[in-house]
């Protein structure tokens, strides 16, 4: 489903991706985890070109966009169609009610015709746990709400990825776990996803594969009840018995 091979990313003289390799199978849920600047969000960013690798390629599917060569925006387009992305901050607009803001994406980007569009928003909207908060406004809501909406959002393209970048990092703690419960959800229908978050608790239930990232390089992968339990790079034991305390 997901293939990413010798993806390299630099700003400047910065280089923040070394030769990344990642492989995620369609229907499983990759976790990325390691200490701030290691790379995770740009990992993710690349994933639908939001940043663009100098060298190797990335394959969602049966789409692959090799950067070695010219990427053209076209081609650009067309490859982010692919995924749904989850931010940090909610990034909603701030004139559309909850329901425009998962309307948009498929009138705009698609050309869904509205009618369709509002009932599959509403759809979402309830599946996510808002079918009473249709009509109101981002400011209206909570931040975990509004984290909810905007997965109602990445969804409503029919995306065959689901990405989400620390998506509980931004909210108070009470409101996490309705964030993390409507995203185990997701993983339970077999959506395929890849998550950076801090949350290991949802990492150690969720995940299919646990990645730990540091300095740019995917230091270790593998199952969360083996890495958690018996990491084996002297990196990750650091990291996580400082989480841990």
Do not use: W
């Not at 990642?22 to 390691?34: H, M, N, R, T």
């Not at 995770?40 to 599917?61: A, F, M, V």
């Amino acid at each position: 489903m997901i293939t990413m091979n010798q993806v390299s990313k630099q700003f400047g003289d910065l280089v923040v991706l070394k030769d990344i390799n990642l492989e995620v199978k369609q229907g499983k849920v990759v976790v990325v985890i390691g200490p701030s600047g290691s790379g995770k969000t740009t990992l993710l960013r690349c994933l639908n070109i939001l940043e663009q690798p100098e060298q190797g390629s990335i394959t969602i599917d049966q789409q692959t966009v090799d950067f070695s060569k010219k990427v053209n925006k076209k081609e650009i387009l067309s490859f982010r169609k692919q995924s749904g992305m989850v931010f940090q901050t909610y990034n909603l607009f701030p004139h559309f009610t909850a329901l425009e803001n998962v309307m948009e994406g498929p009138v705009t980007v698609q050309g869904v015709n509205k009618a369709k569009a509002r009932k599959r928003a509403a759809e979402l909207l309830e599946k996510v746990g808002l079918s009473e908060k249709l009509d109101v406004y981002p400011y209206q809501l909570s931040g975990g709400q509004q984290q909810r909406v905007g997965i109602a959002r990445a969804m409503a393209i029919d995306p065959k990825v689901m990405l989400f970048d620390e998506p509980t990092s931004a909210l108070d703690p009470e409101l996490v776990g309705e964030v993390l419960l409507v995203m185990k959800q997701l993983a339970e229908e077999g959506r395929t996803m890849v998550v950076v978050t801090h949350e290991m608790k949802f990492a150690k239930d969720v995940a299919d594969e646990v990645i730990f990232m540091d300095n740019g390089i995917i230091v270790e992968r593998g199952k969360p009840d083996e890495l958690f339990s018996q990491p084996k790079a002297q990196r990750t034991k650091e990291f996580l018995s400082l989480i841990n305390q």
